[in-house]
T-cell receptor, first 114, second 114 residues
Framework: SAVISQKPSRDICQRGTSLTIQCQVD?????MFWYRQQPGQSLTLIATANQGSEATYESGFVIDKFPISRPNLTFSTLTVSNMSPEDSSIYLCSVERSINTEAFFGQGTRLTVV | QKEVEQDPGPLSVPEGAIVSLNCTYS??????FMWYRQYSRKGPELLMYTYSSGNKEDGRFTAQVDKSSKYISLFIRDSQPSDSATYLCAMSEGYGGATNKLIFGTGTLLAVQP
């Protein structure tokens, strides 16, 4: 398994501000992903975090809104920029130790935008 | 139409009951079928995965895939209060990696009453 630490676990933010979520893994992993889990909605992939290069975004998600960094094989950040109440959601970090292996999830960051 | 449909519940059963959870899907290219369990305020954890059609059993849990009907099921025998959680189905065309995106159902909330 992989031990994944996400910070913060929850936050309440004012609209128009930005929040950076951190994901730290206990050992090096090949793949890191960011998901969004909105109330009543499916878990949806935002992007794949690529080490040392720009993230790969899924349709409907853009870098200006969700900038992602991955400076090494154990750490990544997701920023939710210029937040609106529609961004209220749970954001989850997911990792795979190597290609074609099980995906592990962090405990999530519960974001409320007011 | 969503790629993956899952009844959100909630589903409430007495302890010891047999639970049946189901998902339907539309993409015939899906080959890998997974069930995740998500406790409140936690990230999803992989319960079982199945490749292609057939059954897979692990203790009290049985996963079934019927590709001809595009229908998957998870059965829980002798359900326990500790099984109370949200169960997410997920599927992909391949297993793992950035190109084999997991498509999730919305999850079914299960409550097992003591």
């Amino acid at each position: 398994s992989a031990v994944i630490s996400q910070k913060p676990s929850r936050d309440i933010c004012q609209r128009g501000t930005s929040l950076t979520i951190q994901c730290q893994v206990d050992s090096q992993v090949t793949m890191m992903f960011w998901y969004r889990q909105q109330p009543g909605q499916s878990l949806t992939l935002i992007a794949t975090a690529n080490q040392g290069s720009e993230a790969t975004y899924e349709s409907g998600f853009v870098i200006d809104k969700f900038p992602i960094s991955r400076p090494n094989l154990t750490f990544s950040t997701l920023t939710v920029s210029n937040m609106s109440p529609e961004d209220s959601s749970i954001y989850l970090c997911s990792v795979e130790r190597s290609i074609n292996t099980e995906a592990f999830f962090g405990q999530g960051t519960r974001l409320t935008v007011v | 139409q969503k790629e993956v449909e899952q009844d959100p519940g909630p589903l409430s059963v007495p302890e010891g009951a047999i639970v049946s959870l189901n998902c339907t899907y539309s993409n015939s290219a899906f080959q890998y079928f997974m069930w995740y369990r998500q406790y409140s305020r936690k990230g999803p954890e992989l319960l079982m995965y199945t490749y292609s059609s057939g059954n897979k059993e692990d203790g009290r849990f049985t996963a079934q895939v019927d590709k001809s009907s595009k229908y998957i099921s998870l059965f829980i025998r002798d359900s326990q209060p500790s099984d109370s959680a949200t169960y997410l189905c997920a599927m992909s065309e391949g297993y793992g990696g950035a190109t084999n995106k997991l498509i999730f159902g919305t999850g079914t909330l299960l409550a097992v009453q003591p």
